[in-house]
T-cell receptor
Framework: GAGVSQSPSNKVTEKGKDVELRCDPI?????LYWYRQSLGQGLEFLIY????????KSGLPSDRFSAERTGGSVSTLTIQRTQQEDSAVYLC?????????????FGSGTRLTVV | AQSVTQPDIHITVSEGASLELRCNYS??????LFWYVQSPGQGLQLLLK??????LVQGIKGFEAEFKRSQSSFNLRKPSVHWSDAAEYFC??????????????FGTGTRLQVTL
């Protein structure tokens, strides 16, 4: 597609429920990244995928968080047993192999609210 | 480990006034530096980047930034601010493109308010 698409744009869930957040990167971009933006905080790196290489999961805050990328394209970030501290905006970005000449292209994010 | 510091959490300027947003980084090698802007409810948009060469780089919307290696800084400037520049600004650092995926480290952002 023309840009990075994320869905849903907003998600309200009850504490303890599981949620799935979806990211559809720019066609042809081999690298895909997930970041979390909490109120008053910067962007916290979660995970990235590069082609068929093993993902870098070093930023995932707990084992309740996982992500997969199917077919080198769409990615899903799953949060199990959500907690209130998981409330944040989850941003997805993609880039050509490496940072390329323009860094990342970001999606508009999914605002997750855990009540 | 790489890190980015944006010492100003919130800045208010009058429309037409000049602007400088500070960014200091810590990085073990030659960095790849970026400034992004985020308008309310939007994703991040690239303003400008520094890779190599001329240390004064021009970006979109009339913004520029200067890389100063000796000060480990990459401050963002604009000569005359417009009300539409009100947004949050993020500085980021990453490794020079090695052809593999490279994660960016972001600062905590500076929120710019513009008064009329």
């Amino acid at each position: 597609g023309a840009g990075v698409s994320q869905s849903p744009s907003n998600k309200v869930t009850e504490k303890g429920k599981d949620v799935e957040l979806r990211c559809d990167p720019i066609s042809g971009h081999t690298a895909l990244y997930w970041y979390r933006q909490s109120l008053g905080q910067g962007l916290e790196f979660l995970i990235y995928f590069q082609g068929n290489s093993a993902p870098d999961k070093s930023g995932l805050p707990s084992d309740r968080f996982s992500a997969e990328r199917t077919g080198g394209s769409v990615s899903t970030l799953t949060i199990q047993r959500t907690q209130q501290e998981d409330s944040a905006v989850y941003l997805c970005a993609s880039s050509p192999k490496g940072l390329g000449s323009n860094g990342y292209t970001f999606g508009s994010g999914t605002r997750l609210t855990v009540v | 480990a790489q890190s980015v510091t944006q010492p100003d959490i919130h800045i208010t300027v009058s429309e037409g006034a000049s602007l400088e947003l500070r960014c200091n980084y810590s990085y073990g090698a030659t960095p790849y530096l970026f400034w992004y802007v985020q308008s309310p409810g939007q994703g991040l948009q690239l303003l400008l980047k520094y890779f190599s060469g001329d240390t004064l780089v021009q970006g979109i919307k009339g913004f520029e930034a200067e890389f100063k290696r000796s000060q480990s800084s990459f401050n963002l400037r604009k000569p005359s601010v417009h009300w539409s520049d009100a947004a949050e600004y993020f500085c980021a650092v990453g490794p020079i493109n090695t052809g593999t995926a490279s994660k960016l480290t972001f600062g905590t952002g500076t929120r710019l308010q513009v008064t009329l």
